[in-house]
């Protein structure tokens, strides 16, 4: 792997590259590889395209549903990925089968589905931005190379996410205080960007050498509209950092005035431009709709156009503050296409046959947080490494870092909650607030939450425990939800006897 130079990676590069697996880099699918060589080929025919969707069964279900969502409004239902490319256009089917087909790859290689959603969204806006972009302004670059150079522009960021996810958050905290990206990225990664990350990235995966220039945060704007490799750079650059400022409520002019001479649209046409991306994105994926919804993009973008200075801190006085804090409440991430019998039918099914025991874990997971719906949810083990025992944090869903579920540790010999919890086999639904319950290392994480413990116990030893939790103010489980609940427990029990068994 070599630098932009062609010389070796520096060190502080190559040791970063250790600690996420260098060596095994998560290997692009072949049918996202296939999809992007397409991409690359002007004459690519439909029925080459065609092949490439329909080897994946759950890509061709979801173009299809896109296809025929209301966004394209085409008043015939489309049944077939040919018939697709006849009514939307070869590129049109090409460019959306590859981000769904991306999207649903990276989000399966993380754990923590809220950032990784988050960073995906922000990245399929972008791409859909300039594809506009270059086709409202008859540009003289590919609009179909600009979707994807636009895609990629934050690779960097996006890898981080998934590998180093307690650095990402370091470097976003830091970036909250005014510390920009680059500077902040240098700091915690040792003197490493996030571009220099995305580019060794993206030459691993033999990506063009467009889309690793495109790479670059801060490109000089070019001479001459002709400049097709600094034209493409500038879109990426801009389409990316349009996004970023509306969700952080940031005024777009500086924006605006640092890309104008290449990119000529006002306020007025990109907040319309980000609005029809937003729309055309809700209707791509389940996924795609959560990150949306945990961007609350929507919101801000309102906000920006109504001139209401960027969000903060709210301080609430007087009036229902319950009912306040209902109102201001995220929606659930309860999945929209699947219920939670449908996990559970699907867990169970995974059982009859062969499996890794982290794979089914986070498909437990996966079953609690979107099937019944939680704020965040943990899986525990117990570890034997200590002289006491104590429940250490596996895995994790939902409104948590990496770094917060391997700081989830709790002594077992303690009069605190859990252990009462694990020791009675005894399942508990409690207020985080309530005094003494949780000792001091976890009361900032269980602090205004509603939390439900469920003990996993084998011969009535403890090996472990499932935790999750709601914001206070939402609804309280039913007793349906709370069954549902058990039932993945149970099923959790019996995988790990029989993983014992073998």
Known sequence: ?????????????????????????????????????????SRSAANELAKAILKDYS???????????????????????????????????????MAIALF????????????????????FLSALQ???????????????EAFICSLFHNLGRIILCLYLPDKYYEIEAMVATGVSEKEAARKVLDGVDLDTIGIEVARFWNLSEKVVGSMESDPEVPSTANDERLVLKNIASFSNKVVDRVCC????????????QIIRIDKEEAFKMIDRSIEASEDVSDSMRFGLAKLKIRSRLRGMEKGEPPPGPKKQEGGDKKELAEKELPPLPVSNDKSVNDFVRE?????????????????????????????????????????????VGRFGLGDIS??????FTHPLVSDYLMSECLARKKDVTISGDSPGAFPENLRLLVKGRRVCLLPLTINNKPIGMIYMDRLAGRPELTEEQYRSARLLRDLAIMAIQKMMMR
């Open 249 to 260: 409520g940031q005024d777009l002019e500086p924006l605006l005035a640092r890309y104008g």
């Open 1 to 41: 792997m070599t630098d932009q130079t062609g010389q070796q990676p520096s060190e502080q590069l190559a040791e970063i590259f250790s600690r996420i697996n260098m060596s095994e880099l998560p290997a692009m699918s072949n049918n996202v590889r296939e999809l992007i060589s397409l991409t690359h080929s």
């Open 130 to 144: 300039a594809k506009e972009i270059v086709e409202k302004k008859k540009m003289k670059v590919s609009s179909e």
């Open 402 to 407: 990496q770094s917060q579920v391997a700081g």
């Open 104 to 123: 649903e790859d990276f989000l399966k290689s993380g754990v923590d589905k809220d950032g990784i959603s988050k960073v995906l969204t922000k990245s």
């Open 347 to 391: 867990i169970t099914e995974t059982l009859t046959g062969d499996f890794k025991l982290n794979d089914f874990y986070l498909n437990l997971l996966e079953g609690l947080y979107r099937g019944i719906g939680f704020d965040r949810v943990i899986l525990a083990i117990v570890s034997l490494k200590t002289a006491n025992k104590i429940l």
């Open 59 to 97: 890509l061709t279900n979801k173009v299809l549903q896109v296809v025929n969502s209301a966004y394209y409004s085409l008043g015939q239902r489309v049944t077939s990925i040919s018939r697709a490319v006849t009514v939307l256009g070869l590129d049109a089917v090409r460019d959306l089968a």
